[in-house]
């Protein structure tokens, strides 16, 4: 599953997260919060690369919402976090461009 900047955002949204995602070896840090928005946290250097190729690029997510404790995870454990919560609400990525 490829991880584009419209499904995280989407993602946060529907599952009310925020996300910070970033790249430890520039520290570049950007974060999705819950309402979609893209923005620059305090942590990181957000003026290293754009936020798509941070994104690209991010080998360590931090997931936090307010039902859930702040979980650090990495590219690959985030990326089947998302496969499972969109599988978990039946809703795909073909369903919201319909």
Known sequence: MD???RDLRAFA????LDVIFHVRAT???WMVN???L???PSMGDSTVSGVEDTLAAADEFLVE???EPRRQLSREQFRELMATRVAA???GRDQDEA
């Open 3 to 5: 991880m584009s900047l």
């Open 13 to 16: 949204v529907r599952h009310r």
């Open 27 to 29: 520290d570049a840090t």
């Open 34 to 36: 819950r309402r979609g």
């Open 38 to 40: 893209v923005a620059r």
């Open 65 to 67: 919402s307010d039902r």
């Open 89 to 91: 609400t039946g809703v």
